[in-house]
């Protein structure tokens, strides 16, 4: 059974950081690009930043250069986003995903109706 499983989410004030965590299980993702999306109420689901699970690969979100990094363990299995400078728009619940790919193709790495597995979400609120 394959699981994506999210956690470091929490309440951070303005300018703080949190670093988030997706521990994958079930599968080979060796072929994979990982992608950490965002949900807002109200608003689309976007791409927040991708890494591929073999490369050095990285895109990330205008609205995030600079200030999130994602990095992956893989002897561990996991995915890590890395959330500094935190704003309240940054505010959403954080979902990691699975895309099957054994090249970087950025065009497809922002399109998350390939992404075939999800994780359940984690909510990251920043206060002002």
């Known amino acids: 059974q394959v699981q994506l499983v999210e956690s470091g989410g929490g309440l951070v004030q303005a300018g703080g950081s949190l670093r988030l965590s997706c521990a994958v299980s079930?599968?080979?993702?060796?072929?994979?690009?990982m992608g950490w999306f965002r949900q807002a109420p109200g608003k689309e689901r976007e791409l927040v930043g991708a890494?591929?699970?073999?490369?050095?690969?990285?895109l990330y979100a205008v609205s995030v250069l600079g200030r999130f990094t994602i990095s992956r363990d893989n002897a561990k299995n996991t995915v890590y986003l890395q959330m500094n400078s935190l704003k309240p728009d940054d505010t959403a619940v954080y979902y990691c995903?699975?895309?099957?790919?054994?090249?970087?193709?950025?065009?497809?790495?922002?399109?998350?109706?390939?992404?075939?597995?999800w994780g359940q979400g984690t909510q990251v609120t920043v206060s002002s």
């Open positions: 995903a699975a895309v099957e790919m054994l090249r970087w193709i950025p065009s497809l790495i922002q399109q998350s109706t390939l992404y075939k597995y």
């Open positions: 079930g599968h080979t993702f060796s072929n994979y690009a």
């Open positions: 890494i591929i699970w073999r490369g050095v690969n990285t």
